[in-house]
């Protein structure tokens, strides 16, 4: 019976330094150090966002997060609308500029 303890202790043992030492070679299996609390990696321009900018967002993963197929559908949906309300924006203050240098033209 006693041997049977000794074993039990021994191989705790051994399995503990083991652990310990995987644990100090190999590290917690991270590239880089955890984000803060409350941080994103996630970086947009501040200012002209075009459909590409969103297309490479790409979000924290999580244990119970958004299903990313769904996230990139919605981004490259969003990005396809952006590009083209621009070039909209962009047609309109063509033609008013058109328009302006016109009427400054016409006598």
């Known amino acids: 019976m006693t041997t049977a ?12 330094v083991v652990f310990l030492l995987a644990a100090v070679v190999f590290g917690r299996g991270e590239e880089l150090a955890p984000l803060p609390p409350g941080s994103s990696p996630t970086r947009l321009p501040a200012e002209d966002i075009t459909g590409e900018d969103l297309q490479d967002v790409r ?3 999580v244990l119970r997060g958004y299903k990313m197929s769904e996230v990139d559908w919605v981004m490259r949906r969003l990005g396809a609308e952006l590009d083209e309300l621009r070039a909209r924006v962009a047609e309109l203050e063509q033609r008013e500029r058109e328009r302006e240098s016109s009427a400054e033209g016409a006598p």
């Open 59 to 61: 979000f924290q993963l």
């Open 5 to 16: 303890l000794i074993y039990l202790v021994v191989m705790l043992l051994v399995a503990a």
